[in-house]
T-cell receptor, first 114, second 112 residues
């Protein structure tokens, strides 16, 4: 079984530029999460999807961040415009309806904003 | 305010010894507590879950305890090996897994 796939693995951009991250969850997993992880910190939830519906986006900075999961499978997280403080690792995770307590994480996208 | 505290200092132990990591929390009412392992450059990997009505859970060399009165979980790795060296994160889940909150993790170094 393939794990959670994320791309790109690394991204370097200049501030004020847009950037997008892509996530392909484990096949059949209906719940998808986007987390932000700063160096030396634990993951912080940005948004959670149940199928194509965003059921918790309370921690998503909506002025510059957006996300979508149009067909309830792949998801894209976008930042526009990026700021220096957005430099972090962006993790995607998924879980199945039958085993919601187990989140499977992707390797993350490491973003550096210059 | 809500806090999840894990020792920010690395834990250095000798191979074969038992490693014990601590997770303390305040102002949460977790239904579940989880432990994850994270290696550099990789996402966290789920290890164990313990429910609020369980005192202890074991899986191979791993043992987790959960004391809701002390608001604390202890994570033990017995007969530790250098391959156990990683950062270990605890996470709380409230509301039937609708919300997960992670601690900042403790780095474990197991020396041969």
């Amino acid at each position: 079984e393939a794990g959670v796939v994320q791309s790109p693995r690394y991204k370097i951009i200049e501030k004020k530029q847009p950037v997008a991250f892509w996530c392909n969850p484990i096949s059949g997993h209906n719940t998808l999460y986007w987390y932000l992880q700063n160096l030396g910190q634990g993951p912080e939830l940005l948004i959670r999807y149940e199928n194509e519906e965003a059921v918790d986006d309370s921690q998503l900075p909506k002025d510059r961040f957006s996300a979508e999961r149009l067909k309830g499978v792949d998801s894209t997280l976008k930042i526009q415009p990026a700021e220096l403080g957005d430099s972090a690792v962006y993790l995607c995770a998924s879980s199945s309806r039958d085993s919601q307590e187990t989140q499977y994480f992707g390797p993350g996208t490491r973003l550096l904003v210059l | 305010s809500q806090k999840i505290e894990q020792n920010s200092e690395a834990l250095n132990i000798q191979e074969g010894k038992t490693a014990t990591l601590t997770c303390n929390y305040t102002n949460y009412s977790p239904a579940y507590l989880q432990w994850y392992r994270q290696d550099p450059g990789r996402g966290p990997v789920f290890l164990l879950l313990i429910r609020e009505n369980e005192k202890e859970k074991r899986k191979e060399r791993l043992k987790v305890t959960f004391d809701t009165t002390l608001k604390q979980s202890l994570f033990h790795i017995t007969a530790s090996q250098p391959a156990d060296s990683a950062t270990y994160l605890c996470a709380l889940a409230e509301d039937n897994f609708n919300k997960f909150y992670f601690g900042s993790g403790t780095k474990l170094n197991v020396k041969p």
